[in-house]
């Protein structure tokens, strides 16, 4: 069985919505995809990265979007 990504179910307040990318990531795309390692090849492994990561965020806020809310009136007290 799967993660749901579900604040309160397997996902906790204190968990990242966005997973951080490290420099070895960039260089291994670099080394794996690019024909020409160059800075372009690292600017645009980079923000493949970025963008699978923005996508991955995002999936994860609309999964929990009502949960967030919810969390946030009852913080506010309403």
Same mark, same amino acid.
């Given at each position: 069985?799967?993660?749901?990504? *579900? ?13 951080? #990318? ?7 795309? @670099?080394?794996? %995809?690019?024909?020409? #390692?160059?800075?372009? @090849? ?5 923000? *493949?990265?970025?963008?699978? *990561? &923005?996508?991955? &965020? ?5 999964? %929990?979007? @009502?949960?967030?809310? &919810?969390? @946030?009136? *009852?913080?506010?007290?309403?």
């Amino acid at each position: 069985m799967g993660m749901e990504w *579900r604040l309160g179910v397997d996902m906790h307040e204190g968990d990242d919505i966005m997973d951080g #990318i490290t420099f070895e990531q960039v260089l291994t795309m @670099a080394e794996c %995809n690019e024909p020409e #390692i160059d800075e372009g @090849a690292m600017t645009r492994c980079f923000g *493949r990265l970025m963008e699978q *990561r &923005a996508e991955d &965020a995002c999936f994860v806020m609309e999964r %929990n979007l @009502a949960a967030m809310t &919810a969390m @946030a009136r *009852r913080l506010r007290g309403g």
